[in-house]
């Protein structure tokens, strides 16, 4: 494998913009944001750069390494800090920096009335450093500080605002259940280190053939438990919601874009693994299949239209794993509709983070309407990512998504039936839940306050929506055109056999578009031909009233979690006050009682201490009397 | 302890007659010791105790000991006892009552089994074991030997000893040294204090003992003016050992003239 | 030749120093008490050296001679500033641990 000097700028550039705005503090409150967004700009044109050189070479030469120092050095233990770049991760750093960037752009804007907007910036920077490490990183282990430091910065951003309580809760939520998923990539990494005595990815790769499938099943749900904690996948996907606390580029980069997508990278990356142990594979399947169903449900019921978006988040990445877990022929179309996702997602919720702009930050679509008036660009690079992920051809989801339905189906049996409806379902819904957004937000009759006065957003913020719409439209195009992107990563994957098609990839367009429209056709009946009322309805079925509670998730996690854990530390509280501390106290008492009591020995008179001397002494004699008899 | 009786008896002829002498002597005067209530007089019979156990050194082959003894425990350390006894008041004397109850008893009972016990270890131990007698060891002579020994054997613990000698030194000075808190008053200033406390009778300070009187010695008391006795020209102590001579048999109304007169 | 008596002897002076100790409160009397404490074991170490016939026993009881006239060197400088601040030289008077 080559060797490269330049990989480490890719990180170093914003790790550096982090430190200064960390370090300088107030003194470079004027000019932070502008050094944040030129280094995150710079560290996108270093990733061309790779890119380019990339380009020029021939596909088995075109992963580099670069190590950094030697970080491990136990016996014959060693672990580097080295980076690699291969086909996969310049399609991450691409995206990373790139959305990246135009994130940072955004919020010079939208962030210009915050006191802290520097700190702001420079937790940004953070995240991109720490994403990169993440996709960067040659082994798990070096993964694993790029997948904490993405924890980091996220819980930081989610709580930005932590002045509100309900932020910092929020924040908190998201650290939490994260830990779980993190508990499972340790767990991962300590069983491929106990099995296989390695943690890099080339020396699990190679080292596969010769361990066990258990301990490769082992490793893939420990994995799986990664994923679904960083991509918000059920049965982790609680804290996703929530942290719609934080600012809404964060929103848009981390919990729409990047981090959420890590989950997806950790499972193509570990495809080794997964094609070696098809029962995780199947769970991967499974989640993902749940997760698409749940995200789409809740996001039917949501009012707050960053919280539909983050539902419909969930649900999308739902596809991703979904895709990921069918092996090799679905790796590629993961990637895909991540990367087209990363564009048409971000666009929406800068799209909403404008909306909210022009609205004092009203989030709940009900005081919206009417809004494609005041807000033409808004209305437009929504509507196009709107158009994107409802995949209509030729917007970027009709490739990325119908590639991973029609791959449902044909992965087989009855297994792939049930795949191929959920997955259509899901888009059915999908176009459901888009539509009414679209509704609620820009047509019908204004519901909004008087003290609103919506407002197009200044340019620094519609030029990355129109970029990012650009993305939307084109990218699943370009990605898709004579296959490019299944080339690009194909040398990472194993090669596969053909499964026998049961839907030809027309029918299966048809079938995704028919859904869709019914999905349209829905929304438009229930919301534009009816009047919307601006307080949500109360007297509403029983479904919508538990889709509103996020399919009782919450209730889920306080009652089989929460509880048990209160009542287990209320019995560790009780244990530790009646056993262990009444052992400590117990033996003070016995201290203090016997004290009390040899008390009247102590008289203070050296004399009667002299006696007991002598009566040691006599003791003692006594002894050696007995001993010597 | 028919055992016991007969193993006591058995030392060489001469010896035993001084041991059979001298040793219920100190047993005596040891138990005296405890019995009697002034301190000066167990310093008396302490003495004697030392002085006896410096014979039996001597009976048993150690003569440098038992010069050693003498000089340092009668010469020495039993002159310091009396100095300080003399300082903390020589007239003192001690109740032998107990204050602290059942002290005493305990005590005696606890050395009743503490000696008997001894005894009979004793007894067991050296119960028909003869005695090898250092008259070998002695042959070059006792101090010649006992230096071979302290100088070889024991030199290092000779040093350490030293040390704790020369530090026991220190020590002692450094608890007696008296640390003056105020500047010590002049001549002037006291004297302008005693003619300002109380009476002027004592401005002068105590008649000096033997003044007027017909005996020029420190156990008679000075003649006032009036020719009566001056009881406070005596020392205190002296008055508490009772060694004053009556001073009334010196006062002027009642001398005695005839005798003069015979002259 | 025996020399158990010599043994005996000390026992009993050993024991009676012990009584005297508990039972005396005027510190100087306890300390000479003390002394005969050792004075005893003196005896006992001269009285084995006859029995072994060697001079250890008479270098030890050298050395404790040199101990005691340490200990009562101190012992006595602590007696006089006991005297000193208290004017009591009553071992039952200096029981300031007990209060």
């Excluded at chain 2, 105790?49 to 003894?69: D, E, H, T």
């Excluded at chain 2, 300002?196 to 000096?208: D, F, Q």
């Excluded at chain 2, 008055?239 to 005695?256: P, Q, W």
Aim: with cysteine; proline share 3%.
């Amino acid at each position: 494998m080559m060797t490269s000097t330049t990989l480490v700028y890719l990180i170093a550039l914003p790790l550096a913009g982090s430190a200064i705005l960390l370090l300088a503090g107030r003194r470079s409150d004027k000019w932070g944001h502008l050094l944040a967004t030129g280094l995150s700009a710079s560290s996108f044109f270093v990733g061309l750069y790779q890119l380019s050189l990339m380009l020029g070479r021939s596909n088995s030469e075109r992963p580099i390494t670069q190590k950094l120092f030697e970080w491990i050095s136990v016996g014959t233990f060693k672990i580097d800090a080295s980076l690699m770049l291969d086909q996969l991760s310049i399609c991450f750093v691409l995206l990373i920096t790139g959305v990246g960037t135009l994130i940072h752009i955004y919020s010079i804007s939208y962030m210009s009335h915050d006191a802290d907007r520097r700190r702001f910036f420079a937790f940004l920077n953070l995240f991109i450093a720490a994403m990169l490490l993440l996709v960067l990183g040659d082994s798990y282990l070096n993964l694993y500080v790029g997948w904490e430091g993405v924890g980091l910065a996220s819980y930081l951003l989610i709580g930005f605002w932590n002045q509100k309580p309900a932020y910092a809760t929020a924040s908190k939520k998201a650290f939490v259940m994260n830990r779980v998923g993190d508990m499972g990539l340790s767990f991962a990494i300590m069983i491929a280190f106990a099995t296989m005595g390695t943690v890099s990815f080339s020396g699990v790769k190679a080292a596969v053939d010769h361990t066990s499938t258990a301990a490769l099943t082992s490793i893939g749900i420990m994995l799986l438990v990664a994923a679904t904690g960083k991509s918000a996948q059920f049965p982790l996907q609680a804290w996703l919601g929530d942290a719609m606390a934080g600012p809404t580029p964060v929103s848009a980069l981390i919990h729409a874009a990047t981090m959420v997508t890590a989950g997806v990278y950790l499972i193509t990356r570990s495809n080794f693994i997964f094609d070696a142990a098809p029962t995780a594979q199947l769970l991967v399947v499974i989640v993902g299949a749940i997760t698409l169903m749940f995200g789409a449900l809740i996001g039917t019921a949501k009012d707050d239209i960053k919280k539909a978006l983050a539902a419909s988040t969930m649900s999308q990445i739902g596809y991703m794993i979904l895709g990921a877990g069918l092996g090799p022929v679905g790796y590629a179309f993961a990637i895909m509709h991540l990367l087209t996702h990363g564009f048409f997602k971000a666009g929406m919720f800068l799209g909403a983070g404008s909306v909210m702009h022009g609205m004092n930050d009203e989030v709940n679509m009900r005081k919206y309407g009417a809004l494609r008036k005041f807000m033409p660009i808004t209305f437009a690079t929504f509507g196009l990512g709107y158009l994107a992920i409802l995949g209509v051809p030729p917007f970027a989801g009709f490739y990325s998504k119908d590639m991973i339905i029609e791959t449902a189906f044909n992965s087989g049996g009855a297994k792939g039936i049930i795949l191929g409806c959920v997955t259509l379902l899901g888009a059915g819904i999908t176009a459901f839940y888009m539509t009414r957004v679209m509704i609620l937000t820009f047509t019908g009759k204004s519901r909004w306050d008087d003290e609103a006065h919506p407002h197009e957003s200044p340019w620094l913020m519609w030029l990355p929506m129109a970029i990012l719409a650009i993305g939307s439209v084109t990218s699943g195009y370009l990605l898709s055109h004579g296959d490019a992107l299944v080339n690009w990563l194909s040398p990472l994957f194993e090669n596969h056999a053909e499964h026998a098609e049961l839907l030809s990839p027309l029918v299966v367009s048809g079938l995704a578009l028919a859904m869709v429209a019914i999905g349209i056709a829905i929304a438009f009946i229930k919301y534009s031909r009816n009047e919307v009322a601006a307080v949500a309805p109360t007297d509403v079925s029983i479904f919508t009233t538990i889709a509103r509670q996020d399919l009782l998730q919450d209730r889920f996690n306080e009652a089989v979690f929460m509880a048990p854990g209160k009542v287990l530390t209320a019995v560790l509280v009780k244990t530790d006050e009646a056993v262990i501390d009444g052992a400590v106290r117990g033996a003070g008492r016995i201290a203090l009682g016997s004290g009390s009591a040899l008390r009247g020995v102590q008289t203070g008179f050296v004399r009667s201490y002299a006696a007991l001397i002598l009566l040691g002494a006599v003791a003692l004699v006594a002894a050696i009397w007995v001993v010597t008899q | 302890m028919i055992d016991l009786a007969i193993q006591v008896g058995q030392t060489a002829k001469p010896e035993a007659t001084l041991f059979w002498i001298l040793a219920p002597l100190s047993v005596a005067a040891a138990l005296g010791m405890l019995l009697v209530k002034k301190a000066v007089h167990s310093a008396i019979l302490m003495a004697f105790v030392m002085i006896a156990l410096a014979v039996f050194y001597i009976a048993q082959g150690a003569p440098f000991l038992g010069i050693v003894q003498i000089v340092v425990y009668t010469g020495a350390v039993m002159m310091l006892f009396l100095f300080i006894l003399m300082l903390v008041g020589v007239d003192s004397s001690d109740s032998l009552t107990e204050t602290i109850k059942g002290l005493r008893p305990t005590a005696i009972t606890a050395a009743v089994g503490f000696g008997g016990l001894m005894i009979s270890l004793l007894g067991r131990a050296t119960l028909g074991r003869n005695a090898v007698g250092v008259e070998a060891a002695n042959a070059e002579g006792n101090v010649q030997g006992i230096a071979s020994l302290l100088f070889s054997t024991y030199v290092w613990p000779f040093e350490v000893v030293s040390a704790l000698l020369i530090t026991a030194a220190l020590g002692s000075m450094v608890l007696a040294h008296h640390h003056r808190i105020q500047t010590r008053p002049t001549q002037r200033e006291l004297s302008i204090q005693r003619f300002r406390s109380g009476s002027l009778a004592n401005a002068a300070g105590l008649p000096a003992p033997g003044v007027f009187a017909r005996h020029n010695a420190v156990d008679v008391p000075a003649l006032l003016p009036d020719g009566t006795a001056a009881a406070a020209s005596i020392n205190a102590s002296l008055k508490a050992r009772g060694d004053v001579l009556n001073s009334s048999a010196f006062e002027l109304g009642n001398i005695d003239t005839s005798v003069e007169e015979e002259k | 030749m025996n020399a158990a008596n010599y043994l005996y002897l000390s026992a009993l002076l050993f024991t009676i120093g012990a009584v005297g100790v508990v039972i005396r409160r005027n510190a100087i009397v306890v300390f000479m008490c003390i002394e005969l404490m050792l004075n005893a074991a003196n005896l006992s170490f001269v009285t084995f050296s006859r029995i072994n016939g060697d001079l250890n026993g008479q270098v030890i009881a050298f050395f404790t001679m040199v101990v005691a006239a340490c200990e009562v060197v101190v012992g006595l400088a602590i007696i006089v500033t006991i005297y000193r601040s208290r004017r009591s030289a009553s071992i039952d008077d200096a029981s300031l641990l007990k209060r």
